[in-house]
Nanobody, 126 residues
Framework: VQLQASGGGLVQAGGSLRLSCAAS????????MGWFRQAPGKEREFVAS????????YNADSVKGRFTISRDNAKNTVSLQMNSLKPEDTAVYYC????????????????????WGQGTLVTVSS
């Protein structure tokens, strides 16, 4: 599975961005998908994950109520709608895929994922 993230950019605090992750090489309808981010000098952290069907999601506490993960299995894509952005959201955002065995809290762990995209930079100015 190859993953290509896009949609990053520079936005003012309070603004919105929509990230997309396009998968190729294999249909990802049987994969759990996740978004992670890594700020300079910090470890990669969980943002959101979504089950194979899209019916269940997890979100990090820091983004609850502001970010929404969704997927379109027909188009082999996963999206992250980010609203009310804050300067602390500045990071490189990565999409990841994991073959679906069971969708649970382990989807918050980076090492649980097999495939990673190259990342897209989001910069939020104050």
């Amino acid at each position: 599975v190859q993953l290509q993230a896009s949609g990053g950019g520079l936005v003012q605090a309070g603004g919105s961005l929509r990230l997309s992750c396009a998968a190729s090489g294999r249909t990802v309808s049987t994969y759990i998908m996740g978004w992670f981010r890594q700020a300079p000098g910090k470890e990669r952290e969980f943002v959101a994950s979504i089950s194979e069907s899209g019916g269940t999601t997890y979100n990090a506490d820091s983004v609850k109520g502001r970010f929404t993960i969704s997927r379109d299995n027909a188009k082999n894509t996963v999206s992250l709608q980010m609203n009310s952005l804050k300067p602390e959201d500045t990071a490189v955002y990565y999409c990841a895929a994991r073959y679906g065995l069971r969708f649970d809290s382990s989807s918050r762990i980076p090492t649980a994922y097999e495939y990673w995209g190259q990342g897209t930079l989001v910069t939020v100015s104050s």
